[in-house]
């Protein structure tokens, strides 16, 4: 049983599929119930296994209840794969005070809470944070890799099994190419390198298709 925040978008989707596809229970958590249930039904079609749960992972007691839910569940939770990588497109001087601190609870903060809670609740279950990505240009994301660095390198000391991936840009929607990423969880996933914690892996990716103009654009020049 692994559990997958913003598993509804972005690189969340990626891990949740991969994860399904090797057999895992996956449970997808999220703010948005429509496109959790249109995911998880996805997996299911696949022949996956996944159930949604909506929650708010920048709150620790959504994400202490959605714990608690799933353990109500299954009775077990054997890892956590938290993205953590929420990014904003305005420039580090125009970032308002509000947007810094949304990055904030849902990068920083969240990794915090869910680490605390494992530790006091479930100190053998694993994390596996991924971090905002290798192409943020601002500088709002370096003290937010800082402090997850940090807290996943710290933690080791602890005998908590915390790792964190730093993906080399966002990701692109396109599941071959955002594989690597996937791969690199899974990998952190097996038992065998459950001795591996407090580190922290970049991992460099294809490069994302460039975004081109409709066809339609030469046909009109032609007319």
């Known amino acids: 049983m692994i559990a997958v925040t913003g598993a509804d978008t972005g690189y969340g989707k990626t891990v949740s599929a991969a994860l399904a596809r ?3 229970s996956v449970v997808l958590i999220g703010n948005n119930s429509e496109t959790l249930s249109a995911q998880a039904s996805a997996l299911e079609h696949s022949g996956g296994h996944a159930i949604p749960i909506k929650a708010d992972v920048s709150v620790p007691l959504d994400w202490l209840s959605a714990q608690t839910r799933i353990l109500e569940i299954f009775g077990e939770l054997h890892g ?3 993205l953590a990588d929420k990014r904003t497109h305005a420039s580090f001087t125009l970032l308002s ?3 810094w601190m949304e990055l904030f609870n849902s990068n920083v903060k969240s990794s915090v809470a869910i680490a605390q809670i494992l530790g006091r609740r479930l100190p053998g279950t694993w994390l596996t944070i991924i971090g905002p990505h290798g192409d943020e240009p601002g500088l709002q994301a370096h003290p937010q890799r800082g ?3 940090g807290l996943v390198e710290a933690a080791a000391r602890e005998d908590l099994r915390l790792n964190m991936l730093l993906p080399s840009r966002a990701s692109c929607g396109d599941e071959a190419l955002d594989r690597p990423l996937a791969d690199a969880v899974l990998a952190l996933a097996t ?3 459950g001795h591996l914690r407090g580190n922290v892996m970049d991992v460099p990716l294809p490069p994302a298709p460039k975004v081109r103009l ?3 654009t030469s046909v ?3 007319l």
């Open 22 to 24: 090797l057999g895992a």
């Open 214 to 216: 409709p066809e339609v």
């Open 147 to 149: 402090a997850i660095r």
């Open 220 to 222: 009109l020049n032609a």
């Open 80 to 82: 956590i794969v938290h």
């Open 191 to 193: 038992p065998r390198l």
């Open 97 to 99: 005070e509000n947007e």
